[in-house]
């Protein structure tokens, strides 16, 4: 078990983490003792240094889960509702050595649709995350991803579930010890008359933060520009809005909004800006900005995109002739992490890393 987070603590209850025999020789220069904070042969430590820290992970690493498309080119926006990801599941197996993780759950995002005329925002996804689980190697966790959650679950252990996006709502989260809600969709709320004559749409909202909400799309209710607003907490921005009174030239619709990365909190995504009088919104409208940590520690360059930002709420609205590249970042995920010695902690103690993380 964990040693105590505040209070004294001796030099023989660091030994007695480590299975020492009580009374007996050790300093903190012992590998044992060092292993259980991470520091090297001679580093300069301190006993408070110690607190909540465990003998147990004897290895470093992480995996993330990640809820699959069904697209794999570019697709026509007409047809872009039958794109959503796909209903996903994992099993997760504690490896050896390992005694304890930390997870992080994120929600789809609203996957969208079409419409003619009007139609509000998408929302963006939850995200939940839970530390300090304590797990026996071998041991086995269900992670399922769909329309309703990502959730990463063994009865009587823990039941994490970032939620995804429901219409323009944006989704909660619940079981574990923070998260943030999704931003909501903007609302559409302008009616124009003759109705066929201009195509109004709203943003779409950012996936939740680390303890706060997703930013929301910004909404259409006159022809005038709408930003979405920025995420907090490291949370998505929401998307800009959108409007086109070029009649049978090209429908628009609200842009997405930001997704939300599982690496630890970092800055807010900044709202995308709205835009007015354009063909074409994937032109001109942009998205939130992703919420992130130190991006030294995102994916190499050479990684594919999808895999650092998820939760957006996708973009609304209808497209007649252009082709629309989807983001995958509507996506859910699930990420798992366990760390030498002390267990990581969401938000930000020592869950930046990439090295010994594996990808489904």
């Given amino acids: 078990m964990a040693l105590q987070t505040s209070g004294q603590i001796s030099l023989n209850d660091l030994h007695l983490e480590v299975d020492g025999t009580s009374g007996s020789e050790v300093s903190l220069n012992d590998a044992d003792i060092r292993d259980m904070i991470d520091k090297s042969s001679g580093a300069q430590s301190s006993i408070s240094e110690y607190y909540g820290a465990t003998a147990g992970n004897a290895v470093r690493g992480g995996h993330l889960f990640v809820q699959h498309p069904t697209w794999n080119q570019r697709q026509p926006f007409a047809t872009y509702e039958d794109q959503a990801p796909d209903p996903t599941s994992y099993t997760f197996t504690v490896p050896s050595n390992v005694i304890n993780i930390s997870v992080i759950c994120i929600g789809r995002g609203y ?36 329309d309703s959650y990502s959730r990463f679950y063994r009865s009587g252990v823990c039941d994490v579930r970032g939620n995804a996006s429901t219409g323009k709502i944006g989704g909660t989260y619940s079981g574990g010890d923070g998260g943030g809600n999704g931003g909501n969709g903007g609302t559409t709320s302008y009616n124009p008359a003759p109705s066929y004559s201009t195509y109004p749409g709203s943003g779409s909202g950012g996936a939740g933060g680390y303890g706060g909400t997703g930013g929301e799309g910004g909404s259409c209710t006159a022809m005038a520009a709408a930003n979405g607003s920025a995420g907090s ?24 909004g930001g997704g939300t990365a599982p690496y630890g909190q970092g800055s807010n995504g900044s709202g995308g800006a709205g835009d007015t009088n354009n063909a ?29 930002f998820f939760g957006a709420g996708s973009k609304q609205g209808y497209s007649g002739s252009p082709y629309e590249s989807p983001r995958n970042t509507m996506q859910g995920c699930v990420r798992v992490v366990w760390g030498l010695g002390s267990a990581q902690a969401f938000p930000t103690t020592d869950v930046m890393y990439r090295d010994g993380e594996s990808l489904n």
């Fill in 280 to 308: 074409y919104a994937q032109s001109n409208g942009q998205p939130g900005t992703g919420g992130s940590g130190n991006t030294s520690n995102f994916p190499a360059s050479n990684e594919s995109y999808p895999y650092v």
């Fill in 233 to 256: 907490n490291g949370g998505g921005g929401g998307g800009g809005n959108m409007w086109d009174s070029n009649a049978g030239s090209g429908y628009a619709g609200g842009y997405y």
């Fill in 111 to 146: 996957r969208g649709g079409q419409a003619f005329h009007k139609i509000s925002g998408s929302g963006g996804g939850g995200l939940c995350y839970k530390n300090n689980i304590d797990v026996v190697a071998g041991q086995t966790f269900s992670i399922t991803m769909n």
